[in-house]
C-alpha cells in the first residue's frame, strides 16, 4: 500500500483540496506561537485561539511573561484544560528563551527540546511554521488516525507514528502534511465520518 504512487496520490488530493494550508492557530509574534501550541494539548485550536485573543492583549513581550505572575496567569488560560501545567510550562519557556537563547525562539530541534513544555510535536510545530524548517513531522489526533487510516502506519504511538511517515512522505512535504491532514480531518473526515464523501476513501487502508 505505502508505494510511492499511492503516497503521491494522497498528497495530490490533499494539496488540491488545500491549496495553501496553513496553521489554523492565531498569532503574531514567535513566542506567541509557542504559547499557543502549548495551550492547544488536549484542547481544540478554535478554544485556543478565543483565548489567545485576550491573553496576547495582556501578556504583549517576552518580558510580560518573564515576569508574570503564574496565578494570575493561570486565569487567563483556565478554559483550556491542564492549565496549571500549561503555565508553568510557558513561563518557564519565557525564561528559557529569554535566558539561553537571546530572547529569540530557537532554530534547531535539538535546542528546541530542551525549552520547558517542548517536545517534538511542539517543535515541529513551530520549526515548520516559523522557519520552513523540516526536522520532523507534527503528530496530532489528527494525524494519528489519519495516517492509520490509510495504511501509512500500523502504531497508535506518536513516536513511531512520526517515523513511519517520514519514512514515506517527502522531506519537501514534511511541514505542511500535518496542516493537511489536520484540515482534512475537519473538513471532510471527522472522527465519526462514515467515509461515504470522503475524498481519500478509496485509499483507506481497511476498506
Known amino acids: 500500500m505505502n508505494s510511492k504512487t499511492h503516497i503521491s496520490k494522497i498528497l495530490r488530493i490533499l494539496k488540491r483540496l488545500f491549496p495553501e494550508p496553513k496553521c489554523v492557530l492565531h498569532y503574531k509574534k514567535p513566542f506567541e506561537l509557542l504559547v499557543a501550541v502549548i495551550l492547544s494539548a488536549q484542547c481544540t485550536d478554535k478554544k485556543v485561539n478565543g483565548v489567545t485573543k485576550k491573553l496576547f492583549k495582556k501578556y504583549m513581550t517576552l518580558n510580560d511573561y518573564v515576569s508574570a505572575k503564574p496565578n494570575e496567569f493561570e486565569k487567563y488560560i483556565y478554559s483550556t484544560g491542564f492549565y496549571k501545567a ?122
Not at 96 to 116: A, D, L
Not at 119 to 137: C, M, P, Q, S, W
Open 86 to 207: 500549561k503555565a508553568k510550562n510557558i513561563l518557564a519557556a519565557a525564561r528559557s528563551i529569554k535566558k539561553n537563547f537571546g530572547g529569540k525562539i530557537p532554530r534547531t530541534m535539538g535546542e528546541m527540546v530542551t525549552i520547558p513544555g517542548v517536545g517534538r510535536k511542539t517543535a515541529n510545530v513551530v520549526l515548520g511554521e516559523l522557519y520552513g524548517t523540516a526536522e520532523g513531522i507534527s503528530v496530532d489526533t489528527h494525524v494519528i488516525r489519519h495516517s492509520r487510516l490509510l495504511g501509512l502506519t500500523k502504531h497508535k504511538d506518536a513516536v513511531k507514528i512520526e517515523r513511519d511517515l517520514m519514512k514515506v512522505i517527502p522531506k519537501k512535504d514534511w511541514v505542511r502534511f500535518s496542516h493537511l491532514l489536520i484540515l482534512y480531518g475537519r473538513e471532510y473526515c471527522t472522527a465519526r465520518c462514515k467515509h461515504k464523501n470522503c475524498p481519500l476513501a478509496p485509499f483507506h487502508a481497511n476498506m
